[in-house]
Each structure stands twice: as C-alpha cells, then as structure tokens.
C-alpha cells in the first residue's frame, strides 16, 4: 500500500514550490553547461595568445585534453555523487557539488600564472575538479525534481531542469561574444594578439560561476525529499512535515495512520537479484545515454570547423574578432536549433511518453546525418550554403526533442529509491564515454591536417555516416529496451 505523503505528492496540482525546484536544480544544469560548451571558444584565443609558432591555432592533442580531462571529471562525480546521495541523502550533497563548480569555475579562470605550460596545467587541473562537480549535480538535480513532482507533469518539470543546459549553451556563446566585443571596442583590435586578451578569456570562464552561485542559498534551504526521507531513512513523520511545509498541502491530507514504513528491497546495489530486476532498464538507461553523447558532443565540437569551413570570410582577424564571430555562430546554433528542442520536449513528453520521442529523436538525427554525409562534397562547394547550416541546426533540435533530453529523464523514474541517484549517475557516467569518443575522438577529425593542408572533406563525410548508424542504433536498443514511465508514480515504474 502506497504512503499518504507520497501519493498526495504524485496526486499534488502545480505549484509554484515546482517552478522554485526548477530554478534552483536548473541553474547548476545551466552552470554544467557554460563551463563544457564555452571551451571550445577559449581555445581559440589560447591559441592566438600562446600558439604563435602553429599559426595561432592550439594544437588538436592539447584541445583533445581539456575536452576530455573536465568529461573524465563529469563520470567520475556522477558514479561518486549518484551513489553519496542515496547514502547520506539527496540535500546533503547537493551543496557540495555546488560549491566544487562555483571554486573551480573561478579557479579556471585564474590559472594561477601566464607563462603556456603553467597555465595549461593548471586550467586542466581546474577543469577536472569542474568537472567532479558537474557530474555530481546530473543524478542529484534528475532525482530531486523527479522525487518532488506529480507524476502526471513529472517528464515535463524534470525536462524544464535539463533545458536549462540549453540556456548555459547560449549563454557561454553570448558571454564571450560580449566579453570580446567590449574589449575590441577599447582599442585593442590594433594588435592581432592583445596582451590583455590573456585577461578576456579568463573573465569568461569566471563569469560561469555567478549563476549557480547565487542558488547556493535556496539550495541549501530545501528539505530532504520525502521519498529518499520516508523510503530511505524510513522517517515518514518528518517526511510529511518536510511536505507539508513546501508543498502547501494539509497536513490532514498526508498524515499516516499506520506508521510502519514500507520495506525496502532486500537486495543490495549490483546483486543478482538486482540485476534479474533491473538489470534490462539499467542497459537502456546506460547504452542510449552512450550513444546519444556521441552525437551530441561530435556535433557540438564540429563547429569550430564548420564556422572555418562555412563561415569564415575574412582571415585576418585579431584574436577578439575571430572568437567573437565563432561565439555568434553558436549564439544562432543555440537560439534557432538547440533551446527550442529541449522545450518541445517539455511540451510533449507527458502527452507522447519518452520512449516515442527517444525513437523519433534518434531516427530523425540519423536521417539528417546521411544527408549531410552524403551530400558533404557539394555542400562544401558553395561556402555560405545555407542548406546545409540549417540540417546540421536540425540535429541539435532532434537530439533535445529527442534522446539527449529522454536519457536524463528516465533513469530519474525507474529504480527504487534507495538505488535512484546511483543509477542515474551510473547511467551518466557511461553516457560520458560516449561524450569523450564524440568529442575528442571527432575532434581529430575537424583538425586534422596532412602535408599543412586539411585533409580531404572525406573525414567530415565519413563522421557524419558514422553518427547516422549511432543514432540508428539508438533507436534499435530504445525500441527493444526501454520502457515508458509516463503516467505513473515512481514506485509503480520500480516495479
């Protein structure tokens, strides 16, 4: 028999207790955001400040480091933090994982000193503590705002979470579009390589941390949720006052005649029994969040060569211009393509379901990707071919109304509570090897060069064919392996 407290909670109307959870989980998402997609623009002015002999361009290998250094981070938080907070709970880690994004986002930013080797050093020590903090909120903000909703818009409020990526996405490209326009407009567009464009890139990554800085507060004022209060800590008194106070709901309405709490599984994380229960949603979860990385992270770091390829008219640009037009390249990309799927995706899941939207998703993205694999030579053909800017566009929207929103929500439903957060990050961290294959393993392809030429459009070709049968497998392993949560209570999908 289902407590009170958390039916009422799966039964409760759309507050504006919500729309805080929302703001104050979706902040740290926005935060993950800034710090992972603004990189590929500070590479571009590392490389005009500290890369004078390789033609102002940072070298793959290095550019391959700070990619995967802040993403080894990300997995390593996810299984640590995922599996802290079904230990010690949800809220008590939460702000640890804050705090380590805010430091070390500041931390970038210093560097601590100017000469190439010291601050590359040191960037990539600062990005890897970043990145033990960005993974740690992924299982912890899913899980929370999973816990907290009704289960008839649950897809929707945890989907509104993740959209704010989308945000951080445009704001990394908006705030060094602005930062570089603000120090060209003071006279340093004399010099191809200003002295204080040292400082601009910097500024850049700090400015990352304000927002998450300012939840800190209401973060730390939120109540334990009272799933993990009641199903974990088996304290159905104090989850039900936790609600009562934040939730506006009577407290005749929730309070229980039969104390006894439920019995938790008997079966320990990673068992057999645990995995002849939940073995199947734990691949699904794990292997579409795998796959979808891929592509999403290939595609987001094949814009620096796109923007060249594409894009780029004039070449002799100093150091602000050339990120200040890349950044309102990524500024188009987010505001037309990527912040539109994700809130598509918030419309739709809970009147579609996950599992229809992961499918279409991944199948559409296949789709444009053979298109832009097959027809690369004669897209490249005419530079500003807006045809082929606006499927590449298309495969941003159908990643966030698709698979790249669906892999965050539903492992956030289907485990029990004692189990959710470390499956959620477990889910995360296996997503991220696929980030690191899609972005560092890609990111070869985008720079590569062979006798000081790029090599031949082949490569990019052939990326995009590769990211096409990704995707078609992603939609194999959903329509085989995932099931649809929508609709009913996160003790019912447990089941």
């Given at each position: 028999?289902?407590?009170?407290?958390?039916?009422?909670?799966?039964?409760?109307?759309?507050q504006f207790y919500h729309?805080?959870?929302?703001?104050?989980?979706?902040?740290?998402?926005?935060?993950?955001?800034?710090?992972?997609?603004?990189?590929?623009?500070?590479?571009?002015?590392?490389?005009?400040?500290?890369?004078?002999?390789?033609?102002?361009?940072?070298?793959?290998?290095?550019?391959?480091?700070?990619?995967?250094?802040?993403?080894?981070?990300?997995?390593?938080?996810?299984?640590?933090?995922?599996?802290?907070?079904?230990?010690?709970?949800?809220?008590?880690?939460?702000?640890?994982?804050?705090?380590?994004?805010?430091?070390?986002?500041?931390?970038?930013?210093?560097?601590?000193?100017?000469?190439?080797?010291?601050?590359?050093?040191?960037?990539?020590?600062?990005?890897?503590?970043?990145?033990?903090?960005?993974?740690?909120?992924?299982?912890?903000?899913?899980?929370?705002?999973?816990?907290?909703?009704?289960?008839?818009?649950?897809?929707?409020?945890?989907?509104?979470?993740?959209?704010?990526?989308?945000?951080?996405?445009?704001?990394?490209?908006?705030?060094?579009?602005?930062?570089?326009?603000?120090?060209?407009?003071?006279?340093?567009?004399?010099?191809?390589?200003?002295?204080?464009?040292?400082?601009a890139w910097r500024l850049?990554?700090?400015?990352?941390?304000?927002?998450?800085?300012?939840?800190?507060?209401?973060?730390?004022?939120?109540?334990?949720?009272?799933?993990?209060?009641?199903?974990?800590?088996?304290?159905?008194?104090?989850?039900?006052?936790?609600?009562?106070?934040?939730?506006?709901?009577?407290?005749?309405?929730?309070?229980?005649?039969?104390?006894?709490?439920?019995?938790?599984?008997?079966?320990?994380?990673?068992?057999?029994?645990?995995?002849?229960?939940?073995?199947?949603?734990?691949?699904?979860?794990?292997?579409?969040?795998?796959?979808?990385?891929?592509?999403?992270?290939?595609?987001?770091?094949?814009?620096?060569?796109?923007?060249?390829?594409?894009?780029?008219?004039?070449?002799?640009?100093?150091?602000?211009?050339?990120?200040?037009?890349?950044?309102?390249?990524?500024?188009?990309?987010?505001?037309?393509?990527?912040?539109?799927?994700?809130?598509?995706?918030?419309?739709?899941?809970?009147?579609?379901?996950?599992?229809?939207?992961?499918?279409?998703?991944?199948?559409?993205?296949?789709?444009?990707?053979?298109?832009?694999?097959?027809?690369?030579?004669?897209?490249?053909?005419?530079?500003?071919?807006?045809?082929?800017?606006?499927?590449?566009?298309?495969?941003?929207?159908?990643?966030?109304f698709g698979p790249n929103?669906?892999?965050?929500?539903?492992?956030?439903?289907?485990?029990?509570?004692?189990?959710?957060?470390?499956?959620?990050?477990?889910?995360?961290?296996?997503?991220?090897?696929?980030?690191?294959?899609?972005?560092?393993?890609?990111?070869?392809?985008?720079?590569?060069?062979?006798?000081?030429?790029?090599?031949?459009?082949?490569?990019?070709?052939?990326?995009?064919?590769?990211?096409?049968?990704?995707?078609?497998?992603?939609?194999?392993?959903?329509?085989?392996?995932?099931?649809?949560?929508?609709?009913?209570?996160?003790?019912?999908?447990?089941?």
């Open positions: 028999m289902a407590l009170r407290v958390l039916s009422a909670l799966d039964g409760a109307r759309t729309f805080k959870a929302i703001i104050i989980a979706g902040m740290s998402l926005f935060t993950d955001a800034y710090d992972l997609f603004c990189i590929p623009s500070i590479m571009i002015l590392i490389g005009r400040i500290y890369y004078e002999k390789n033609k102002y361009v940072t070298p793959t290998k290095v550019v391959s480091i700070m990619l995967a250094i802040a993403l080894v981070g990300t997995a390593i938080g996810q299984v640590v933090f995922g599996r802290l907070g079904d230990l010690v709970g949800r809220r008590r880690v939460y702000g640890i994982a804050l705090m380590i994004m805010v430091l070390s986002s500041i931390g970038c930013g210093f560097s601590i000193c100017t000469t190439k080797n010291c601050v590359l050093v040191s960037l990539g020590l600062f990005r890897f503590i970043l990145g033990l903090g960005i993974g740690g909120d992924y299982p912890l903000s899913a899980t929370i705002m999973s816990e907290f909703a009704n289960k008839r818009t649950r897809g929707a409020f945890i989907g509104a979470v993740f959209s704010m990526q989308g945000f951080g996405i445009l704001a990394a490209s908006a705030v060094t579009a602005v930062v570089c326009e603000i120090f060209t407009a003071n006279g340093a567009s004399k010099d191809q390589t200003p002295k204080v464009a040292d400082i850049i990554l700090m400015l990352g941390a304000i927002p998450a800085g300012l939840t800190f507060y209401w973060r730390m004022k939120m109540p334990e949720t009272a799933r993990y209060t009641a199903l974990v800590e088996q304290n159905i008194v104090q989850a039900t006052m936790d609600m009562e106070k934040v939730m506006e709901i009577p407290m005749a309405q929730i309070v229980e005649e039969n104390l006894l709490p439920p019995t938790p599984p008997p079966y320990p994380l990673l068992s057999k029994q645990f995995f002849q229960r939940h073995g199947r949603d734990l691949f699904s979860c794990s292997f579409t969040w795998f796959l979808v990385d891929i592509a999403f992270y290939s595609s987001n770091f094949f814009q620096s060569r796109i923007y060249y390829d594409h894009l780029q008219t004039n070449k002799n640009t100093n150091a602000y211009e050339d990120a200040l037009n890349f950044a309102t390249f990524q500024v188009i990309i987010a505001a037309c393509f990527t912040i539109p799927g994700y809130w598509f995706t918030v419309y739709f899941i809970d009147r579609i379901g996950r599992v229809k939207i992961q499918m279409m998703g991944f199948f559409l993205m296949a789709l444009v990707y053979l298109a832009l694999g097959i027809s690369y030579h004669a897209w490249t053909k005419n530079k500003q071919n807006k045809g082929f800017l606006f499927l590449y566009g298309l495969t941003f929207f159908f990643a966030n929103t669906t892999t965050f929500i539903v492992p956030a439903e289907l485990f029990p509570a004692r189990f959710r957060s470390t499956c959620h990050g477990i889910s995360g961290a296996i997503g991220k090897v696929g980030a690191i294959i899609g972005s560092v393993g890609f990111v070869w392809v985008k720079n590569d060069k062979k006798d000081g030429k790029p090599k031949v459009i082949d490569d990019m070709a052939a990326s995009f064919i590769i990211l096409a049968g990704v995707c078609l497998l992603g939609t194999a392993v959903t329509y085989f392996f995932t099931r649809e949560t929508m609709g009913r209570s996160l003790e019912e999908n447990e089941d």
